[in-house]
């Protein structure tokens, strides 16, 4: 980690009107200190916590990712409904799971076409759609 990503970490905490905190900091350094988008599980980012000496919990880092999600600077995809990822690109895009490395990545958007969807029962309304395009060798 540099300085410029500590910055990059803290700009980034302060647009979505979240305290600064040390461990906020350091998650988030580790999110997005690079200007990069990644994909990350709640274990994957306490293994890269720990490997860069940050002291923070697995717990801390499950609540961290749940306040950020909260925040909207981060979105949970969710895969075989108990496995969540964590994305710090929060426009609407689909993904690729990768089955054979339990991975999420970015499918290209652009060549995504949804037509129409089911209309939504009486009393709701679509929040979302999510779309993620399972993938195995063969």
């Known amino acids: ?23 906020r900091v350091a998650l988030a350094e580790l999110l997005v200190g690079d200007g990069n988008h990644r994909h990350v599980t709640a274990e994957s980012l306490f293994e890269s916590a720990q490997t860069e000496g940050a002291a923070v ?17 981060l979105q949970e995809i969710t895969v075989d409904g108990s496995k969540s990822y964590f994305d710090t690109n929060t426009h609407d ?35 979302s759609v999510d779309v993620v395009i399972r993938l195995r060798r063969v």
């Open 1 to 23: 980690m540099t300085p410029n990503s500590a910055k990059i970490a803290t700009n980034w905490l302060e647009t979505a009107n979240l305290r600064p905190t040390r461990q």
């Open 57 to 73: 919990s697995l717990a801390t880092v499950y609540n961290t990712l749940r306040a950020f999600c909260e925040a909207g600077v």
């Open 93 to 127: 895009h689909p993904h690729f799971y990768w089955e054979d490395e339990g991975r999420l990545s970015d499918a290209p958007a652009d060549q995504l076409v949804i037509q129409r969807l089911p209309k939504a029962p009486d009393g709701v309304e679509i929040a």
